[in-house]
Nanobody, 127 residues
Framework: QVQLVESGGGLVQPGGSLRLACAAS??????????IAWFRQAPGKEREGVSCISSTDDTTSYADSVKGRFTVSRDNAKNTGYLQMSNLKREDTAVYYC??????????????????WGSGTQVTVSS
């Protein structure tokens, strides 16, 4: 049974930084063969894709709203994915979720592509 645990959320001032982590266990295939995606959902809004890192070749994809501010990465030895968030804005406030799927390229990824999800971590950007 796949288990994903997010950590690293919290309260940060505008312009600040946070690093989210997503620790995976119970995977059928090695972690390196999984695409890792980050989604977020703000109150009253639909869940949106933030970033994704592909399986195997580590190509990445970012939402326009976070390009140049967020960086997605992975540590296969630790079965962990990361989302480094810098220059945070109030509109980044949301619950952030990680999701994984084996053998997926991130081009055109969507929430329906992922069957394994974490429970989310709250990110609040406020002064």
């Amino acid at each position: 049974q796949v288990q994903l645990v997010e950590s690293g959320g919290g309260l940060v001032q505008p312009g600040g930084s946070l690093r989210l982590a997503c620790a995976a266990s119970g995977l059928t295939y090695d972690f390196q063969y999984h695409a890792i995606a980050w989604f977020r959902q703000a109150p009253g809004k639909e869940r949106e894709g933030v970033s994704c890192i592909s399986s195997t070749d580590d190509t990445t994809s970012y939402a326009d709203s976070v390009k140049g501010r967020f960086t997605v990465s992975r540590d296969n030895a630790k079965n962990t994915g990361y989302l480094q968030m810098s220059n945070l804005k109030r509109e980044d406030t949301a619950v952030y979720y990680c999701a994984v799927r084996p053998f997926l390229r991130c081009s055109g990824y969507a929430a329906v592509d992922f069957g394994s999800w974490g429970s989310g971590t709250q990110v609040t950007v406020s002064s």
